[in-house]
């Protein structure tokens, strides 16, 4: 167990800056999920805590100590990255007791440690097998097997399930919450899949171009969301952002206008497609509909911004339909024209067409 | 455009059955999904349309003309794959235009139709740059584009969309479906993603081990499937299955499951007492609250709109879908209600769906 702490961290590569000014702390027992869309420095994180990577700038501390002069091997952290390599010649026990062979551990006390592990991971019928006979998700539960069984202080994962078929990653997203669960290993998960960001971590950190944009709990995060980017990055699908000129207590969208009292100049109002209602309030065209089983998403139009909307399976609207939306008494989101959170408001319900943009 | 017929199609390699006895009509326009696990067959089919495999026995026919005989470049097909191949060194407009200058349409014509196109497909801004260096999803409406604009029968995508992050997969999903209403244009989509199925289909078929286990709407199949790999395939969270047997009390049908017992409904295919079913009822379906199964909580997952919660129910575990708004611990008992409208039920031997 270990607490976890990088105070203005900066890593950079040539012209491009990884990680630009990173502070965060991650608590004994706790897991953090690194969100965000690729490139945005979520492994050069990972790769800075591991000591794979040195900073160029600011500091990592690992239960309050400094480990800048710690080599990866000093630090007591193991890591699991996308594409796990496995020793294909090795049956699963020994794939697994290896980091502790390494160590010159007793032989009865690795045995205990590895049966400890697989159960844990459920996975005791891969122990005499050899991996090209895993399925990808034994492969992924005897890569992560592997990492844990030393026990370190520190657990790095990075976009473990990303290979796997949505079915598997399903299964995958709850073995591993349990696990967590169980064990209150400290971990820090990076990933773009917001699904398993909220499903997995105790906070999600939002990072964005090597800097923190959020670090929330999963319900805040969701709920409100700092930045455009944390805003759209989260919901399936995501949050819609309708561009506004705010004015005298009114959002002014291209075609429609709703009041949104306190805010003024350009931005956006931010809209989840649940909090939309259909068949009520201002006209609006259905443009698609896409089924998925226990709900529909349905795009509309209104005025000339295009809006995604969940439904319920009964919806029985088509393209080409006419239908209204209302927003009221929902929560909206005001962000400013900097992408930042400026205010949540609760709505009217849309009360005036044809309004413009500035 | 066209209609496709599949009749009694099959494909051997060696002793292996990779398309067995697969029977289907594509009608004119619609857009139907090949889904299901890899090695299913559904890819082995696609090809055989495609005229890039040729059938062990079995017809294929194109507005009811048999294709056995002609070879794929003459089948008016267009196809795009999962790794799209573009020609990086060439603009946007030579990629959109390759197709019309092989066939050596004139110079205007194929000026017009690759404008018209690159309209539809909002790449009037990008014509002039590289392929190389356009983005994944530009590049994917390249190929997309190329393909439609040499005006195929038949469109086949073999998962198109896989190499794409999620959230710009959705969109292009979205686009992809739009242009295909807007064109009426007939195809054909592979894919092992039923959330991918679902949300572009008019039909869906779904196959397992060369077989078609069912062929149906998208809501069809989501809320009637013929039998549990069907239900456990289609839908996420996954529906739960619970082993119970036919009983009856005050002389109604019931099922008596894992410490309880809920009435059946309606169900005059319900079979003996004693029949042994396997119960299956999706994560929204699960009432919490008040009824007659004890539950406690194991896992709680936050999913934005929705939780999912992990329920033991004696030594079974099933999963529901509540609101966000629900404040559950670890730990806690809770009642649960299975609603008989939301029950499906399989005959535990063979997997068929009971025909309620």
Redesign the interface.
């Known amino acids: 167990m270990a607490e976890i702490a990088l105070r203005d961290v900066a890593k950079r590569y040539g012209r491009i800056e990884a990680v630009r000014g990173l502070s965060f702390d991650v608590r004994s027992g706790e897991l953090v999920c690194l969100l965000g869309p690729p490139g945005m420095g979520k492994t050069t994180t990972l790769r800075l805590i591991a000591g794979l990577e040195r900073p160029d700038r600011g500091e990592i501390l690992i239960d309050g100590q400094s480990v800048a002069g710690q080599e990866p091997g000093q630090r007591d952290i193991a890591m699991v990255f996308e594409d796990l390599a496995l020793y294909p010649h090795m049956e699963g026990f020994d794939n697994i007791a290896h980091p502790l062979r390494l160590r010159r551990m007793p032989i009865e006390e690795i045995r205990r440690k590895v049966d400890h592990v697989a159960d844990l991971l459920g996975i005791p019928h891969l122990l005499e097998r050899l991996p090209h006979t895993f399925s990808g998700g034994e492969q992924q539960r005897v890569a992560i097997a592997r990492a844990i069984v030393r026990e370190p202080k520190i657990l790095l994962l990075d976009q473990p399930l990303s290979n796997l078929d949505a079915k598997v990653r399903e299964v995958m997203i709850g073995e591993l919450r349990h696990l967590q669960q169980r064990t209150r290993q400290t971990t820090i998960y990076a990933t773009h899949d917001y699904e398993e960001a909220m499903a997995l971590g105790d906070r999600i950190l939002v990072l964005r171009e090597g800097t923190a944009d959020q670090i929330g709990t999963p319900e805040e995060v969701y709920a409100r969301p700092a930045t455009t980017l944390a805003a759209t990055i989260t919901g399936s699908p995501p949050m819609n952002l309708i561009p506004c000129r705010f004015s005298g207590g009114l959002a002014m969208a291209d075609g429609f206008t709703i009041s949104a009292p306190g805010a003024e100049g350009e931005g956006f109002l931010g809209i989840r497609p649940e909090e939309v209602r259909l068949g009520e309030g201002i006209p609006a065209v259905v443009d698609l509909v896409q089924p998925l089983g226990r709900k529909k998403i349905v795009e509309v139009t209104v005025g000339r911004v295009r809006l995604k909307v969940t439904a319920g399976p009964e919806f029985a609207g088509q393209r080409g339909d006419t239908t209204a939306v209302a927003f009221g008494p929902s929560i909206v989101r005001i962000y400013g024209a900097d992408g930042r959170l400026s205010a949540t408001r609760a709505t009217g319900p849309p009360f005036q067409r044809g309004g413009t943009m500035g | 455009m066209a209609t496709i017929a599949l009749r009694r199609l099959v494909k051997r390699f060696g002793s292996t059955v990779a398309v067995d006895d697969v029977s289907l009509d594509i009608p004119h326009g619609k857009l139907v999904c090949l889904l299901g696990?890899?090695g299913c067959g559904k890819t082995t089919t696609l090809r055989m349309i495609a005229g890039l495999e040729q059938p062990t026995s079995g017809e294929i026919l194109f507005d009811g003309a048999p294709v056995s005989n002609v070879p794929p470049q003459r089948r008016g097909i267009g196809m795009v794959f999962q790794n799209y191949a573009l020609f990086t060194h060439m603009t946007t407009y030579d990629n959109l235009a390759f197709g019309l200058r092989i066939r050596g349409e004139p110079r205007e014509t194929v000026d017009g139709e690759v404008r018209r196109m690159a309209e539809v497909l909002e790449l009037t801004a990008v014509l002039d740059h590289p392929a190389a260096r356009l983005d994944l999803s530009t590049m994917q409406r390249v190929a997309l584009g190329r393909t439609l604009i040499t005006r195929p029968r038949v469109l086949l995508l073999d998962e198109p969309l896989n190499n794409i992050?999620?959230?710009l997969r959705?969109m292009l999903?979205?686009e992809l479906?739009?242009l295909q209403?807007d064109l009426n244009q007939t195809a054909v989509y592979v894919t092992?993603?039923?959330?991918e199925a679902?949300?572009?289909a008019d039909q869906v078929i779904i196959m397992a081990r060369g077989k078609v286990e069912q062929i149906g709407s998208?809501?069809g199949v989501?809320?009637r499937p013929r039998n549990r790999f069907v239900a456990a395939?289609?839908?996420?969270?996954?529906m739960n299955f619970l082993p119970c047997e036919v009983t009856s009390r005050d002389g109604e049908p019931h099922l008596a499951g894992p410490g309880f017992v809920i009435p059946a409904g309606r169900r005059p295919d319900l079979g003996p007492r004693g029949r042994l079913i396997v119960l299956g009822i999706?994560p929204?379906g699960v009432r919490l609250g008040e009824g007659p199964v004890s539950a406690v909580v194991?896992?709680i997952?936050?999913?934005?709109?929705d939780q999912?919660i992990?329920l033991a129910v004696g030594d079974h575990r099933l999963?529901a879908?509540i609101r966000?708004s629900l404040r559950l611990t670890?730990g806690q008992q809770v009642a649960l209600d299975f609603p008989s409208d939301e029950l499906h039920l399989f005959d535990a031997a063979t997997g068929e769906a009971l025909d309620g």
């Open positions: 696990p890899s992050r999620p959230g959705e999903r979205a479906r739009r209403l092992h993603d039923q959330e679902l949300s572009l998208p809501d989501y809320r395939f289609v839908g996420s969270p996954t999706r929204e194991m896992l997952q936050p999913a934005g709109a999912i992990e999963r879908l966000p670890i």
